[in-house]
C-alpha cells in the first residue's frame, strides 16, 4: 500500500485551490458607494468651515489627497486599495468636521462668557 492520497481528493484539492485563486484574485468592484460617501464628507467639512482651524485644515486636506489617490486607483483598477484610502479619507474628514465644530462651539461659549462678564459690569456686579 502506497501512502498517496486517492484521486478524488487530489481532484477535490485542486478543484478548491482552483477557486481561491479564481475568487481571491478577481477585481473588486469600483467602490463608488465609498467615493460618495466620503466626498459627502468632505464637503460637509468644508461647508462648516475647517479650513479656519488648523486641526480641522490638516484632517481636511488629508482626507482631499486621499479621495484624489483613491480615484487615480481606482482608474487602475486597484478597487480593493482605493476601498481601504477611502476609508481612510472618509474618517479624516468626519475627524475635520468634528473638529471644526468643536472649535465653533468653542468660540461661541466664550463669546457668551464676555457677554456675560460685560452685562455683570453694567449691572455693577463684581464677580
Do not use: W, Y
Not at 485551490?17 to 467615493?35: D, E, V
Not at 483598477?77 to 482605493?82: D, L, P, R, S, W
Amino acid at each position: 500500500m502506497t501512502n498517496q492520497p486517492p484521486k478524488l481528493g487530489r481532484g477535490v484539492l485542486i478543484l478548491a485551490i482552483a477557486s481561491i485563486f479564481a475568487f481571491g484574485c478577481g477585481s473588486a468592484p469600483p467602490p463608488t458607494a465609498r467615493m460618495a460617501s466620503t466626498g459627502a464628507a468632505i464637503r460637509a467639512a468644508s461647508e462648516v468651515g475647517a479650513q479656519s482651524d488648523p486641526k480641522a485644515a490638516l484632517h481636511l486636506k488629508l482626507a482631499q489627497e486621499q479621495r484624489d489617490k483613491a480615484e487615480a486607483l481606482m482608474k487602475d483598477g486597484k478597487n480593493e486599495e482605493a476601498e481601504g484610502l477611502l476609508m481612510r479619507a472618509e474618517a479624516d474628514a468626519e475627524l475635520a468636521l468634528a473638529l471644526a465644530r468643536s472649535a465653533q462651539m468653542k468660540a461661541q461659549a466664550e463669546k457668551a462668557i464676555e457677554e456675560v462678564q460685560e452685562l455683570k459690569k453694567k449691572l455693577g456686579g463684581n464677580s
